[in-house]
């Protein structure tokens, strides 16, 4: 592989061409030094788009976090909210004030934000070393400039993202080079299948699996400080993020930030690894969804596509792990507090896998389900408004920087 086919796309095609030139100069020190730029540079783009993606998602979606978070909490005699997930808003907005449907909001955005900037960077930079794909997959070219980092369409591969014409983006998806298009997907039909390495949906799924496991383990004090603040009712425990740090750090230790990181990582892992795996399938429908050549999709059903991709993929992801979700919110909160305001006396868990067989036998399965609603319309809401945010933010920042 040559120093240029090494560098990702977006924010490094230039300096990838500048280190191919020092190569044929002579100049090996100096062809490093661009290509590490370019990783960086390309680290840093990834960072600051799955940020933004994920503080805007963040805003938009509170109030069904809010919601679903207390449908989960609900429980026994104490149970309040049996009927639908707008009464139920409703009910909080009458009892408690609109400003509690974004209580928690703030280490809600400093998570997510987090979060999908470390997510979005370890996923890109996992694809582009392909470690999962067979040889064959990994080196499908057609001459010319390589397609961008994660969502191109029609690829399971950023080493295959190379057409025989110049290319251009729209959003994320390919605008031109009909020729290039054409040699590009013959050779993928020719050379799909072969080799040992795993299918490409299977690696996508791994990939994605590996990074939320990273982002969740670096963020996860950020999420139990959430929980706490959106669950606690009137009056409230904690007033601020730090005091809820100081407080819990001192009562129960470190370990106590941690507590419920067992479940929420069996949780995410899988998700993520569906979800990822989802959108790269659907996304990579859009060109012939859209148009019939080679010229690509406008930017409209660009969008329109990716946010109905973005929310099938959550969709899908969070209802295989749901029971998952639930047991790791009892968890966390049966260490927060004993008694609150809300519902009265709190089941006290030895550990998720006592809190899953507690809640199934006093509860039954159907609790482990309760607040699906509420939860399927936040994390499609969220998860489209999320990759869409990224890839239009990581093409406009791959536009500036070149």
């Avoid at 009712?233 to 106590?256: D, H, Q």
């Avoid at 060109?287 to 969008?303: D, E, I, K, N, V």
């Avoid at 993929?313 to 507090?337: E, S």
């Avoid at 868990?349 to 509420?374: D, N, Q």
Wanted: glycine letters at 12%; proline letters at 4%.
């Amino acid at each position: 592989m040559n120093t240029q086919e090494q560098v990702s796309s977006g924010g490094g095609a230039a300096a990838a061409a500048a280190a191919a030139d020092q190569v044929q100069d002579g100049e090996p020190r100096a062809a490093l030094t661009a290509v590490l730029t370019s990783k960086a540079l390309e680290v840093a783009r990834s960072g600051f788009a799955g940020a933004t993606a994920g503080a805007v998602s963040r805003v938009l979606t509170a109030p069904l976090d809010v919601a679903k978070i207390r449908f989960q909490l609900d429980h026994g005699a104490t149970r309040r909210y049996d009927s639908t997930l707008w009464a139920a808003m409703r009910s909080i907005y009458g009892e408690e004030g609109l400003v509690t449907l974004w209580r928690g909001n703030l280490p809600a955005m400093f998570l997510w934000a987090a979060y999908t900037a470390v997510q979005f960077s370890a996923y890109e930079q996992l694809r582009a070393t392909d470690f999962l794909l067979s040889r064959q997959h990994n080196s499908v070219s057609g001459g010319g400039v390589r397609y961008r980092g994660s969502s191109c369409p029609s690829s399971s591969s950023p080493h295959e993202r190379r057409g025989a014409g110049r290319v251009g983006e729209v959003g994320g998806w390919r605008t031109g080079g009909r020729e290039g298009e054409n040699q590009y997907q013959a050779l993928r039909r020719q050379q799909d299948g072969r080799g040992r390495g795993l299918p490409p949906a299977l690696a996508n799924f791994v990939y994605g699996a590996m990074a939320a496991f990273t982002a969740t383990l670096v963020t996860y004090p950020l999420d139990i400080t959430r929980t706490a603040l959106a669950f606690q009712g009137v009056p409230k425990r904690y007033n601020s993020m730090s005091e809820f740090l100081r407080r819990t750090a001192r009562e129960s230790g470190v370990r106590g930030l941690f507590r419920g990181a067992t479940p929420t990582l069996a949780m995410i892992t899988p998700q993520m690894g569906v979800s990822f795996a989802v959108w790269e399938a659907l996304t990579g429908g859009a060109p012939r969804a859209f148009s019939g050549s080679g010229s690509g999709a406008s930017p409209a059903a660009t969008l329109s596509w990716q946010l109905g991709a973005g929310m099938v993929a959550g969709m899908v992801g969070k209802l295989v792990v749901f029971p998952l979700d639930t047991v790791k919110k009892r968890v966390q909160t049966a260490v927060m507090m004993e008694r609150n305001s809300t519902y009265g006396v709190l089941p006290k868990y030895a550990g998720p896998v006592h809190a899953f067989k507690t809640v199934l036998r006093e509860e039954g399965a159907a609790a482990l389900f309760r607040g699906t609603v509420p939860a399927m319309w936040k994390t499609g809401v969220s998860t489209a408004v999320t990759y869409a945010v990224y890839e239009w933010v990581r093409v406009g920042t791959a536009v500036a920087l070149d």
